[in-house]
């Protein structure tokens, strides 16, 4: 029995049981998470609207979003949600936090140990779903770590720092020129305190981000991205690239995205401004 009434509401609302093993649980909690889209557009929104600018999603708003809206949040308030359920699982599970080129601490994710001394990684900011077991420390690139995921693929690599381990893309040799591996971001493996994690969240509220909508989440094993006006669609086997009016994005592109209209048109009208 889940002692935990948020995760059994969200496992509720996806019609999964919420009896059997905890390795059965988490599993379908990931998948379920899987279907939270990362998006600014609630972020946008509470700062626009609420007394507090630097209001910060709680677990509670992301999954009631979700349910009501069919939104989710950025990096951080996801990470928070799911280290709480991974938790109320009985795993050992805690924040990290990543670099990323234009800066440190700009990102975040999930540490989560699946057995003694058996750590992963669970990016829900970067779609990445499936606990992704950490490479062993040493600077070498035959000890790097390739995963398949719905969307593609990703390699981790070990650095020279045993609590750095770097994230690459795999491109497809079908819809790129070349599968060179592409660098994204450098996580910190060692689990942060509270106040270094949310310190790291309130500067997130002065990122350019703020300032143009962002939607990313894996539709029926295709990956679909929004920056600005700018829509990319891909999938193992084709990538597919448009420029949308914002009408269309609320008449088309919100369905398809199972995410409200009124919602996409909300963050719109205050990015407009």
Not at 197 to 207: I, L, Q
């Amino acid at each position: 029995m889940l002692n935990d009434e948020l995760l059994a509401a969200f496992l509720h609302h996806l019609a999964v049981p919420t009896t059997g093993t905890p390795e059965q649980l988490l599993q379908a909690t990931l998948r379920g998470f899987a279907r939270i889209p990362y998006e600014n557009l609630t972020k946008i929104i509470a700062h626009a609207e609420s007394s507090n600018n630097h209001h910060k999603q709680s677990p509670e708003e992301v999954i009631q979003g979700f349910i009501r809206d069919g939104t989710g949040g950025t990096c951080f308030p996801l990470t928070q949600t799911l280290v709480r359920f991974l938790k109320a699982l009985g795993f050992e599970a805690a924040p990290i936090l990543a670099d990323r080129r234009y800066g440190s601490d700009t990102h975040c994710a999930v540490l989560v140990a699946l057995a003694p001394h058996s750590w992963h990684v669970i990016d829900p900011g970067y779609l990445i779903h499936t606990p992704c077991l950490l490479p062993k420390t040493a600077s070498s690139a035959d000890l790097a770590l390739r995963y398949a995921l719905a969307h593609g693929a990703i390699e981790l690599r070990p650095t020279d720092t045993p609590e750095r381990v770097d994230l690459y893309t795999i491109p497809s040799a079908v819809t790129q020129h070349t599968t060179t591996p592409r660098y994204r971001l450098t996580y910190k493996t060692t689990p942060v305190d509270p106040e270094s994690f949310n310190r790291a969240w309130e500067r997130s509220f002065s990122w350019e981000m703020m300032t143009y909508p962002i939607v990313s989440a894996v539709i029926n094993d295709r990956h679909i991205y929004l920056q600005k006006k700018n829509l990319l669609v891909r999938s193992a086997s084709e990538s597919t690239r448009f420029t949308i009016t914002a009408d269309t994005l609320v008449s088309e592109f919100a369905p398809k995205l199972g995410i409200s209209a009124e919602v996409l048109r909300r963050a719109l009208s205050y990015t407009e401004k």
